[in-house]
């Protein structure tokens, strides 16, 4: 009887630590704020507030969409609150965009990529109703530079401009550690994430 007790214990480490084989760990990252952006579209660069986001109490925080942290007593439903940062050691680009009364949650996911490959982009056009692109691929760049592993792209107007009212379009060329990807595009007041995993990546080996 004692031996069979035995036998069973050890079946049930061998098989916990098969299962625990397969967990991922969380990783303690780092975030960092990259750039913040407040107000209406036809805003421009008067929309930067970066300097105007912090974190006291430090990593994750939340920074509220409310006009009155940034100098700006004036209701309007039609601005918006973009956030951009950084999370090491995964070399993450996140961004996040929030309405009037809301927050932007300023976190790093924890984990690591699962095959991590770096993010270069070819070309970036913002495209209005009109038809006509406007290049807008240093910006792009300048976001996801220094060949992140993801690197999410906000498509507001603040960043890429409003020469027009009707709803635009951001659509990014990138390549995954020099392997050309199919384009991403993301429609105003969204978020265009570039990433580069594979369905391979997340199968078992067998």
């Known amino acids: 009887m004692k031996v069979g007790r035995l036998l069973l214990s050890a079946v049930l480490c ?36 970066t300097a105007m986001v912090s974190c006291p109490g430090g990593y994750p925080c939340d920074v509220p969409a409310n006009g009155s942290a940034f100098g700006d007593t004036r209701t309007d439903l039609n601005k918006r609150l973009t956030v951009i940062w950084t ?54 760049r300048d976001i996801c530079s220094e060949g992140p592993m993801r690197c999410q792209v906000p498509a507001v107007a603040n960043i890429f401009g409003a020469a027009d009212r009707g709803t635009k379009t951001l659509r990014i060329r990138y390549t995954c550690n020099g392997e050309r990807t199919a384009s991403r595009q993301a429609t105003e007041n969204s978020i265009a994430d570039l990433r580069c995993e594979r369905i391979s990546d997340l199968s078992y080996p067998t």
Request: glycine content about 6%; some cysteine.
């Open 14 to 49: 061998v098989a916990a630590v098969a299962a625990c084989s397969y967990t991922i760990k969380p990783v303690q990252s780092t975030a960092q704020l990259k750039k913040a952006y407040w107000g209406v579209p036809q805003a421009g660069g008067s929309a930067d507030v």
């Open 87 to 140: 999370c090491q050691p995964q070399n993450f680009v996140l961004a996040e965009i929030a309405p009037p009364t809301f927050k932007v949650h300023m976190a790093c996911v924890g984990e690591q990529p699962t095959v991590p490959r770096r993010i270069d982009i070819v070309d970036a056009s913002w495209t209005g109703p009109d038809g006509r692109p406007i290049d807008v691929t240093q910006i792009v």
